[in-house]
């Protein structure tokens, strides 16, 4: 098994964490390639469930879509290893109860609530403060493994290209955020929302996701690799999955780049 050095680090965030299966492992790095890729390495030696790999730096951060994400110091880079026992097909509830985590952790910290824009990223003010890029392993409908890489610009400064578009807290409340304090926080929510999701409480991640999101009832369109969609969400059903009234009727959508209209 691939060991690292117990850093400062470490001992403040898992001092006093308590929490049942998220963060029982911190594996901390001052740079990496990315957190997701060392994820998968520690998943094919059989790290533990709840293991959670952790960048001050990440050099080749990556996003969805293969697109890259910068992850300079000051930001929040970490990944989560999770083995749930649940079929594929639920398999987007485990990206939802990871943004309900995140949302609930940054309330936390510093009161104010992100939006959940679907499928999986948190917004301030309509811009972005928080990705998620789940990497869900699966052997005919059963899960093997789930990465959730969780990138939150925190106190890091943000490349010019992305002042329209995203933020940070420091930026939202004029104030540093303690790293340690934030990242705790979020690991326990996660923990709590997770716990509920393996008892089979679906029923409590849709709902909270759907108190943290804005999306039902909006107009928008969903652009994946070919086809483009535009409706009005009536629903999200009990997989994750959208439902949006369109002009051929009711449409249902697993992924895609979404627009509000
Ligand atoms: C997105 O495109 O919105 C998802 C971004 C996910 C970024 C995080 S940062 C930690 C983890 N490691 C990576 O390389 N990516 C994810």
Not at 165 to 176: F, P, R, S, V, Y
């Amino acid at each position: 098994m691939i060991s690292r050095p117990k850093t400062q680090f470490i001992k403040n965030v898992s001092s006093g964490l308590n929490t049942k299966i998220i963060g029982k492992n911190v594996y901390h790095f001052e740079t990496i390639d990315s957190t997701n890729l060392y994820a998968k390495k520690l998943v094919k030696e059989g790290v533990e469930e709840g293991s959670v790999v952790i960048s001050d730096v990440q050099l080749s951060g990556r996003g969805r879509k293969n697109r890259t994400w910068s992850s300079p110091n000051g930001g929040l880079w970490f990944s989560i290893i999770l083995y749930p026992k649940i079929s594929l097909k639920n398999g987007m509830l485990v990206t939802m109860a990871s943004s309900v985590a995140i949302v609930q952790g940054i309330k936390d910290i510093i009161g104010i609530t992100p939006v959940i824009k679907w499928p999986n990223d948190l917004l301030i003010n309509d811009k972005k403060v928080c990705g998620i890029l789940a990497e869900i392993e699966a052997e005919k409908d059963n899960i093997k493994y789930a990465i959730i890489g969780i990138g939150v610009n925190v106190n890091n400064q943000l490349e010019k290209k992305l002042y329209k578009t995203a933020t940070t807290l420091k930026q939202e409340i004029g104030n540093q955020v303690s790293i340690v304090e934030l990242f705790r926080l979020i690991l326990k929510r996660f923990d709590e929302n997770y716990n509920r999701l393996i008892l089979g409480d679906y029923d409590f991640i849709r709902n909270s996701w759907l108190l943290y999101s804005d999306i039902i009832g909006k107009k928008i369109q969903v652009q994946d690799d070919k086809t483009l969609v535009i409706g009005r969400v009536t629903n999200i059903d009990d997989n994750g999955i959208l439902i949006l009234d369109t002009e051929n009727g009711p449409t249902r959508i697993v992924c895609g780049d979404l627009k509000y209209l």
